[in-house]
């Protein structure tokens, strides 16, 4: 069993900054992909970014030179480095890991962009 603890949703103006944080504990080790999704309010669930254990990266073009994702693989931690947030990045963020062709969400972080 594996659990998820996300960290660092806030408020923020337009064209500030954000870092969001999970932890990944349990049975976790040699995790395949992990990831960040995000749902604004009356949208679908959204991939952010992902990284695969291979290193390869994707993000969805709306984020594409604003965002970075990253990993701390001895910690089991992702990371998501927010830039130039624009209002139209609110939403709940969710921390997504694929391990061992299982599925794991974390709880959901709000991540409000206001001025």
């Known amino acids: 069993q594996v659990q998820l603890a996300e960290s660092g949703g806030g408020l923020v103006q337009p064209g500030g900054s954000l870092r969001l944080s999970c932890a990944a504990s349990?049975?976790?080790?040699?995790?395949?992909?992990m990831a960040w999704y995000r749902q604004a309010p009356g949208k679908e669930r959204e991939l952010v970014a992902r990284?695969?254990?291979?290193?390869?990266?994707n993000y969805a073009d709306s984020v594409k030179g604003r965002f970075t994702i990253s990993r701390d693989v001895a910690k089991n931690m992702v990371y998501l480095e927010m830039n130039s947030l624009k209002t139209e990045d609110t939403g709940v963020y969710y921390c997504?890991?694929?391990?061992?062709?299982?599925?794991?969400w974390g709880q959901g972080s709000q991540v409000t962009v206001s001025s």
């Open positions: 997504f890991i694929l391990h061992r062709g299982t599925t794991y």
């Open positions: 349990g049975s976790s080790r040699n995790v395949y992909i």
């Open positions: 990284i695969i254990t291979d290193g390869s990266i």
